[in-house]
Nanobody, 113 residues
Framework: QVQLVESGGGLVQAGGSLRLSCAASENLEIMGWNRQAPGKQRELVASITGAGITDYGDSVKGRFTISRDNTKNTAYLQMNSLKPADTAVYSC??????????WGQGTQVTVSS
């Protein structure tokens, strides 16, 4: 059973930074985060392949950076210049080579104005 364990998140003032981590129990091809704010649809935040190819949601480009350490099966999301609009539950996801998806437990990120 593949497990994703998230850490990080919390409360920060606007303009501040936070770092999320997502540790997988095995190597997975794609890792990333989605987020969902109350009353809004879930949206892609960022993803990264095993080769380091990244993709970002338009609203976070230039502010967030995703990276991964394949030796630790862990992905990281560095979030800078946070805005109140970034407030949401951030959920780590991963996909293996057979395109089976896995999800972390989710972590709350709250940005105060």
């Amino acid at each position: 059973q593949v497990q994703l364990v998230e850490s990080g998140g919390g409360l920060v003032q606007a303009g501040g930074s936070l770092r999320l981590s997502c540790a997988a129990s095995e190597n997975l091809e794609i890792m990333g985060w989605n987020r969902q704010a109350p009353g809004k649809q879930r949206e892609l935040v960022a993803s990264i392949t095993g080769a380091g190819i990244t993709d970002y949601g338009d609203s976070v480009k230039g502010r967030f950076t995703i990276s991964r350490d394949n030796t630790k099966n862990t992905a990281y999301l560095q979030m800078n210049s946070l805005k109140p609009a970034d407030t949401a539950v951030y959920s780590c996801f991963a996909q293996n080579l057979r395109r089976i998806n896995y999800w972390g437990q989710g972590t709350q990120v709250t940005v105060s104005s």
